[in-house]
């Protein structure tokens, strides 16, 4: 698993970004994805996740009714659709792979076995 996140750039505040996760390898639908973000001085926190299949999906309390994530097995990619963003949406985002059965959703980092390399987003005000 190699994780691709892109995106990411700056946008004001009530607009959207769509982030994607791309995986170069070949059993991207074995991995229960996720996003995560961590803004300066501040601990990563999680964003949402969504099982192997698509059809479970978790959100973290900040972005939920905002932020959408789906994936496509076919193209190995995964999207965090962003809308409404605030400033305080403002941080670096990473995408995460862990290795789960069908239907698991992951919230926690210690899960998550791949990361990407992050995408920054900046929301002005």
């Known amino acids: 698993v190699q994780l691709q996140a892109s995106g990411g750039g700056l946008v004001q505040a009530g607009g959207s970004l769509r982030l994607s996760c791309a995986d170069s390898?070949?059993?991207?639908?074995?991995?229960?994805m996720g996003w995560f973000r961590q803004a300066p001085g501040k601990e990563r926190e999680f964003v949402a996740g969504?099982?192997?299949?698509?059809?479970?999906?978790s959100y973290g309390d900040s972005v939920k009714g905002r932020f959408t994530l789906s994936r496509d097995n076919a193209e190995n990619t995964a999207y965090l659709q962003m809308n409404s963003l605030k400033p305080e949406d403002t941080a670096v985002y990473y995408c995460?792979?862990?290795?789960?059965?069908?239907?698991?959703?992951?919230?926690?980092?210690?899960?998550?076995?791949?990361w990407g390399q992050g995408t920054e987003v900046t929301v002005s005000s």
């Open positions: 390898g070949r059993t991207f639908s074995d991995y229960a």
């Open positions: 969504i099982s192997r299949g698509g059809k479970r999906r």
């Open positions: 995460a792979a862990g290795g789960a059965v069908t239907g698991e959703v992951f919230s926690s980092r210690d899960r998550y076995i791949y």
